[in-house]
């Protein structure tokens, strides 16, 4: 799945900027980076806008959540029609109930983890989460370079998905792009945010299809061939 960042987007024409990545080969999901100035250093959208945005899109609303107490306030997402709203590992009280309250709320519930952050230290709490979201840059601003050593993650995380000890959707967040993108599929992952290499481009809705077809390539070649007969 491709889920362009709005955090790049023109935000003073943002239903345009969602119609430019919505069609056939378009947006599977929209990111949406939540920041409050605190947990990140960057304030960003909020609840109305997310509210706004949902009713100007059919296409799912993936909420990032990059704010402190989101015990508090994830709920709200899910409430306001989030397909799946994520919360990081490092500013969450009670990961395992606010899991819950996501579902309950309507949506699903993602798990971020800053790079610094052990997978191993989470995978507990994980299984009552629906997405993984790795994080390949540090979080809280857009246009960063890709950190390959993220990728060991990934594969630890692929390995437990296939393994049947977790069952979420793996996401990549951060310097994704025509270059990257490949070398984190490789690595395991199902789902690609890219900001800058969707609305960087001239035609973000091709940008959008370019990256698909460059990760259902190299998912072709990391799969191992049907066997004969």
Not at 24 to 38: C, R, Y
Not at 110 to 117: C, D, F, H, V
Request: proline share 6%.
């Amino acid at each position: 799945m491709i889920a362009p960042s709005i955090l790049s987007a023109d935000f003073a024409h943002l239903a345009d900027e969602i119609a430019a990545v919505t069609g056939p080969e378009g947006a599977d999901w929209l990111h949406v980076d939540v920041m409050d100035n605190h947990f990140v250093p960057n304030l960003t959208l909020g609840l109305p806008v997310v509210q706004s945005l949902r009713a100007a899109t059919e296409v799912p609303l993936d909420c990032h959540l990059m704010i402190e107490d989101p015990d508090r306030w994830a709920v709200g997402y899910a409430e306001a029609g989030a397909h799946n709203v994520t919360v990081h590992a490092e500013a969450v009280r009670d990961p395992i109930s606010v899991a819950l309250d996501i579902k309950a709320a309507g949506a699903r519930a993602g798990l971020s983890l800053k790079p610094n952050t052990p997978l191993d230290d989470w995978v507990e709490a994980l299984r009552e989460y629906d997405t993984l979201l790795v994080m390949t840059v540090e979080p809280g601003f857009g246009g960063q370079s890709f950190m390959p050593e993220m990728l060991d993650k990934v594969r630890r995380a692929r390995t437990m998905v296939d393994t049947g000890h977790l069952t979420v959707v793996v996401q990549v967040d951060g310097g994704i792009n025509a270059d990257t993108v490949a070398a984190a599929a490789e690595a395991g992952a199902d789902c690609f945010v890219a900001g800058s290499a969707v609305y960087g481009a001239a035609d973000p809705l091709r940008a959008v299809a370019a990256l698909r077809r460059t990760v259902l390539q190299a998912q072709a070649v990391t799969d191992p061939a049907p066997s004969a007969g």
